[in-house]
């Protein structure tokens, strides 16, 4: 029932529905420009192996102790500011890696470059896909915790 008020909503008023349509397009593409452009993780291999691309991981220190991914160096989310020319100086593609590709963005855009791109999915897409982190004992790898001693 609501379906067909709905429809009939649309019949009657398709200047407003237009209107809706259009507003919605614009939302996403604006979303998506906003976050960054994004890589898979199959993207990023290649983009390491063929053009250099330079792995930036914006998570804190301790975060990524425990595991990342290899080749990327570390420079959490709260120095990113500071240290913004030297990052803009990097000739290569530069790559934002965080937790799950949300905050990666934020830094995307703050650097503010064409050829900076973030990882979809952060580090836990990354896992997901199957790809190995760097860094990680053999019991946090297999998903157990740390014991202390």
Known sequence: MNFDRALEFMGNHPFLFGILVVLMVLFFAI??????????????????????AQLIDIRPNKKFTTGYIQGSRNIPFTELKDRLPEIRAIEQ?????????VQAGAAV?????DNVYRLDGGVNGWKSSGMPLVGLNKDQAKGKPKMSK
């Open 31 to 52: 979303e998506n420009k906003r976050s960054g452009k994004k890589i898979s993780a199959n993207t990023l291999g290649m983009m390491v192996n063929s053009q250099n």
């Open 109 to 113: 855009q703050m650097i503010g470059k």
């Open 93 to 101: 593609p530069v790559i934002i890696i965080c937790d799950m590709g």
